[in-house]
């Protein structure tokens, strides 16, 4: 009877706990905002802008010194392609040069003098590219158009060289070994079925930590004694505050995971091949995880502001240390085990194998039981961190009560 007392006392803590904090962000603009309105706008908003996928028409500026049928019908394919379009035409390079400068083009074709006549003279004629670095998909549209136009049109050169052989025996000629290009995982080569399933996941552990720590904070503004933990029957258990909080937590975003991984996916047509089983077996412990390091970040740090400068700093480091937007391999070592600290690191990793590559649970067997791993040492750390605080408060209180007793006796002497 003793064991299911204390169980039950147990979970009533823990059920008061849960009800405390729900109050609690529903009261805080702040937290209401990084649970809810970010989650949900976020990824829409990010989604809206890459949903095109790839450029298109990107403007170029022409500068034709060969004036030759050859160099006009290079310039005709190149405008005729999806990705370019030829907006100006320059006198020369220095002209061309002011229109990139003023940003009304992104790059410059140049043909040189003797275009044509290197190619007439059957020798290796070339077409200068230069482009505005400044943006990587400008800059893959112009480039790109032109090698494709270029090896095209060498083709053709070189099949009217061949003289006596049938149609299919110059095409041979002319491009002895033929391929398919196919971009694996991503079928458009766009930009946001690339980089948004990153940011989902890294939205999900950002807005966890944001809001828990801003809720700590305020659990510290409210408390008279300026602690985290308020002096209570029902917070004296450890592990009881811990779990009440996550319950809490994790209520919510239950919701807003689903929204984030699931719904918006879906409602914008990106890649989904993960099925709905492999999903919540990684985002189970993946939001474990990111609830538990919200929780430690959040005793770490004594006002509201901090945790935002702390996350908002840390975010784009995170994109790149998982390995998905710069390669894993060119990321020094001492950079990938400070990766390893957070759970997007692994938990970006899965979801990106699981729904975009169509890889199956066994194959992200590493990041599913890391995650779990992260879960558990975070919920351990979450204990540590918030017997701490308890201590700290049953302290501050022992303290004040101390002074009041002892003010009491010097005011009683002196009467």
Same mark, same amino acid.
């Given at each position: 009877?003793?064991?299911?007392?204390?169980?039950? @006392?147990?979970?009533?803590?823990?059920?008061?706990?849960?009800?405390?904090?729900?109050?609690?962000?529903? $009261?805080?603009?702040?937290?209401?905002?990084?649970?809810?309105?970010?989650?949900?706008?976020?990824?829409?908003?990010?989604?809206?802008?890459?949903? @095109? !996928? *790839?450029?298109?028409?990107?403007?170029?500026?022409?500068?034709?010194? #060969? +004036? #030759?049928?050859?160099? =006009?019908?290079?310039?005709?394919?190149?405008?005729?392609?999806?990705?370019?379009?030829? /907006?100006?035409?320059?006198?020369?390079?220095?002209?061309?040069?002011?229109?990139?400068?003023?940003?009304?083009?992104?790059?410059?074709?140049?043909?040189?003098?003797?275009?044509?006549?290197?190619? %007439?003279?059957?020798?290796?004629?070339?077409?200068?590219?230069?482009?505005?670095?400044?943006?990587?998909?400008?800059? $893959?549209?112009?480039?790109?158009?032109?090698?494709?136009?270029?090896?095209?049109?060498?083709?053709?050169? $070189?099949?009217?060289?061949?003289?006596?052989?049938?149609?299919?025996?110059? /095409?041979?000629?002319?491009?002895?070994?033929?391929?398919?290009?196919?971009?694996?995982?991503?079928?458009?080569?766009?930009?946001?079925?690339?980089?948004?399933?990153?940011?989902?996941?890294?939205?999900?552990?950002?807005?966890?930590?944001?809001? *828990?720590?801003?809720?700590?904070?305020?659990?510290?503004? !409210?408390?008279?004694?300026?602690?985290?933990?308020?002096? #209570? =029957?029902?917070? +004296?258990?450890?592990?009881? *505050?811990?779990?009440?909080?996550?319950?809490?937590?994790?209520? *919510?975003?239950?919701?807003?995971?689903?929204?984030?991984v699931a719904a918006v996916p879906r409602l914008f047509h990106f890649l989904q091949l993960?099925?709905?089983?492999?999903?919540?077996?990684?985002?189970?412990?993946?939001?474990?995880?990111?609830?538990?390091?919200?929780?430690?970040?959040?005793?770490?740090?004594?006002?509201?502001?901090?945790?935002?400068?702390?996350?908002?700093?840390?975010?784009?480091?995170?994109?790149?240390?998982?390995?998905?937007?710069?390669?894993?391999? %060119?990321?020094?070592?001492?950079?990938?085990?400070?990766?390893?600290?957070?759970?997007?690191?692994?938990?970006? $990793?899965?979801?990106?194998?699981?729904?975009?590559?169509?890889?199956?649970?066994?194959?992200?067997?590493? !990041?599913?039981?890391?995650?779990?791993? +992260?879960?558990?040492?975070?919920?351990?750390?979450?204990?540590?961190?918030?017997?701490?605080?308890? +201590?700290?408060?049953?302290?501050?209180? =022992?303290?004040?009560?101390?002074?009041?007793?002892?003010?009491?006796?010097?005011?009683?002497?002196?009467?």
């Open positions: 009877m003793s064991i299911y007392r204390d169980f039950i @006392n147990a979970l009533h803590d823990i059920c008061y706990i849960w009800w405390q904090e729900m109050k609690q962000v529903f $009261k805080d603009e702040g937290v209401i905002i990084f649970f809810f309105i970010v989650p949900l706008a976020y990824p829409l908003l990010y989604s809206w802008i890459y949903n @095109n !996928e *790839i450029v298109r028409d990107v403007p170029v500026v022409v500068v034709d010194d #060969s +004036h #030759s049928a050859l160099s =006009r019908a290079f310039t005709r394919r190149c405008d005729a392609s999806p990705d370019v379009k030829v /907006a100006f035409y320059a006198q020369d390079l220095d002209e061309a040069r002011s229109l990139v400068s003023r940003q009304l083009v992104k790059g410059i074709y140049y043909f040189p003098p003797d275009f044509d006549t290197q190619l %007439n003279r059957l020798q290796q004629a070339t077409v200068s590219v230069y482009c505005d670095m400044s943006l990587m998909l400008a800059y $893959k549209a112009i480039f790109q158009t032109a090698q494709a136009v270029s090896m095209q049109m060498g083709a053709e050169l $070189k099949a009217r060289l061949v003289h006596g052989y049938t149609a299919h025996e110059e /095409a041979v000629t002319a491009k002895p070994l033929d391929y398919d290009e196919v971009a694996l995982y991503n079928p458009s080569g766009g930009y946001g079925s690339f980089v948004l399933p990153v940011v989902l996941m890294l939205i999900l552990q950002q807005t966890l930590v944001l809001g *828990i720590g801003l809720s700590a904070g305020t659990a510290r503004e !409210e408390n008279r004694y300026g602690q985290l933990i308020p002096v #209570s =029957r029902h917070y +004296h258990g450890t592990v009881n *505050i811990v779990l009440g909080k996550a319950l809490c937590y994790a209520m *919510i975003y239950a919701v807003m995971g689903t929204w984030l993960a099925t709905w089983q492999s999903l919540l077996a990684i985002m189970v412990p993946y939001t474990l995880a990111c609830i538990f390091f919200g929780m430690v970040v959040s005793c770490m740090v004594k006002y509201r502001e901090n945790v935002m400068l702390l996350m908002v700093f840390i975010s784009v480091p995170l994109l790149f240390l998982t390995g998905v937007s710069w390669p894993q391999s %060119n990321i020094p070592g001492f950079w990938q085990g400070a990766s390893w600290i957070f759970p997007s690191t692994f938990g970006a $990793k899965a979801y990106v194998r699981l729904n975009s590559m169509g890889a199956s649970l066994s194959d992200v067997i590493w !990041e599913y039981r890391i995650l779990w791993l +992260h879960a558990l040492v975070y919920f351990f750390l979450a204990c540590g961190v918030y017997r701490y605080q308890i +201590h700290l408060a049953h302290d501050d209180v =022992r303290t004040r009560l101390a002074e009041k007793k002892a003010a009491k006796l010097a005011k009683e002497k002196q009467q």
